[in-house]
């Protein structure tokens, strides 16, 4: 009787050795296949076109231009160059002020972008518009990206001269008083290198013509490629 017993207890054993040898194969089996999809889904993300929100006037919209020289295009070859895969959605519209922006930006976020460039502003000073109402409509913009969580880089912009100094000093501040309130990128100003020059702007000397905009491209590419690796960088921490 005890040696049956003992025998009993063997195989309980040996069914019991088998059924954590299979619990630990499963576990190790299930840990492999975990970590391979954690490495291909990150590989994928590093590979993945980016998708970019390009927020603005005609000057995003290529005002004047065929649309393979306007900026989305021309950005997103800068940006091949550094070695940036992008989708950039074209949210420029031709006159647009940044209260127009402000309110079209919930249509323009339904293809999530993962960054944006927001350029507005420039018709408001061409208009004189007041400078608080524009502060007021871009704060309001950065608000709402970065409570979607959206990482932005502003592109600043300079008011036309003839509307005075005390106009331009804070008309000129709104943009990096933003940047710094909302933690956006700040690109100083949007029209660096070409404003002025009648080599890089069409006959009524505000848009940029073809040349103007690769400069313009070249130029702001860099920054776009910080904000997108920074905001890669961030996903990666959590």
Known sequence: ????????????????????????????????????????????????????LALGDSLVAGFGLPAEQGFVPQLRAAL??????AEIQQGGVSGDTTAGGRARLAWALQAKPHVAIVELGGNDGLRGLDPADTKANLDDILRRLKAAKIPVLLAGMLAPP?????????FNAIFPA?????????????????????RFNQRDGIHPNAAGVKIIAARIAPYVKRLIVEAREKVYAR
Do not use: C, Q
Request: cysteine-free; glycine content about 10%; hydrophobic content about 50%.
């Open 178 to 198: 933003l940047a710094k309130k909302h933690g956006a990128m700040l690109y100083p100003f949007f029209l660096d290198g070409v404003a002025a020059d009648p």
């Open 162 to 170: 003839n509307l005075g100094r005390e106009y331009g000093a804070e």
């Open 1 to 52: 009787m005890e040696s049956k017993r003992i025998v009993g207890l063997g195989g309980r054993r040996r069914r019991f050795g088998a059924s954590i040898r299979y619990v630990l194969t499963a576990l190790v089996f299930n840990a492999v296949v975990f970590s391979s999809s954690a490495i291909w889904s990150v590989a994928a993300a590093e590979t993945a076109p980016i998708r970019i």
């Open 80 to 85: 091949a160059a550094l070695g940036v895969r």
